[in-house]
């Protein structure tokens, strides 16, 4: 069984940054890519950005030069910080790893944007 814990959620400011950061419970070696999705109240769960193993990335066009992901192999994780965070950045976000045993999802962390 894989598991994915994410951490770093949490209510911040618009303009303000976040760090969220997802630990998976298997070698990095046996994930093909990593990925932070997110789904807002009442909208269906969308993809924000994904790393391959060799570090190539992909990023939604809302979050394009304000989000950034990374992922350290060593330490079997995966990061978004997040920058200049809008009111319609709101909502739950999901790890996600493309294993070479199928997809698996993480609990999912909230992220508040509000003043």
């Known amino acids: 069984q894989v598991h994915l814990v994410e951490s770093g959620g949490g209510l911040v400011q618009p303009g303000g940054s976040l760090r969220l950061s997802c630990v998976a419970s298997?070698?990095?070696?046996?994930?093909?890519?990593m990925g932070w999705y997110r789904q807002a109240p009442g909208k269906q769960r969308e993809l924000v950005a994904a790393?391959?193993?060799?570090?190539?990335?992909n990023y939604a066009d809302s979050v394009k030069d304000r989000f950034t992901i990374s992922r350290d192999n060593a330490k079997n994780t995966v990061y978004l910080q997040m920058d200049s965070l809008k009111p319609e950045d709101t909502a739950v976000y999901y790890c996600?790893?493309?294993?070479?045993?199928?997809?698996?999802w993480g609990q999912g962390t909230q992220v508040t944007v509000s003043s």
């Open positions: 996600k790893a493309e294993t070479v045993w199928g997809n698996y």
């Open positions: 298997i070698s990095a070696f046996d994930i093909n890519a």
């Open positions: 790393i391959s193993r060799g570090g190539r990335t």
